[in-house]
């Protein structure tokens, strides 16, 4: 059964940051790739950020530059740095893995940012 849990949400004013944590039930190993995927009321599904098993990392033109996406293969877990948050980055924040042709998703951590 894999599990991801997300933490590290919560309420930050712009200019500010946060970290999301996601922890896996497996090793990482076992994912071609992690992500984050944010929704928020109104607006459509994006992927905000993925890394594959080897590292390589794409991002969302609307996050590059404040947002980082890493992963510590002995904590089998993600991260998603976020800087500069912007209103506009409030959404819930789901973690997800890919394996084969299934992904996996979190539960999902909101994050509010105010004006």
């Known amino acids: 059964q894999v599990q991801l849990v997300e933490s590290g949400g919560g309420l930050v004013q712009a200019g500010g940051s946060l970290r999301l944590s996601c922890a896996a039930s497996?090793?990482?190993?076992?994912?071609?790739?992690m992500g984050w995927i944010r929704q928020a009321p109104g607006r459509q599904r994006e992927l905000v950020a993925r890394?594959?098993?080897?590292?390589?990392?794409n991002y969302a033109d609307s996050v590059k530059g404040r947002f980082t996406i890493s992963r510590d293969n002995a904590l089998n877990t993600v991260y998603l740095q976020m800087n500069s948050l912007k209103p506009e980055d409030t959404a819930v924040y789901y973690c997800?893995?890919?394996?084969?042709?299934?992904?996996?998703w979190g539960q999902g951590t909101q994050v509010t940012v105010s004006s």
């Open positions: 997800t893995a890919d394996r084969a042709m299934t992904k996996y």
């Open positions: 890394i594959t098993g080897g590292g390589s990392t």
């Open positions: 497996i090793s990482i190993f076992s994912f071609n790739a």
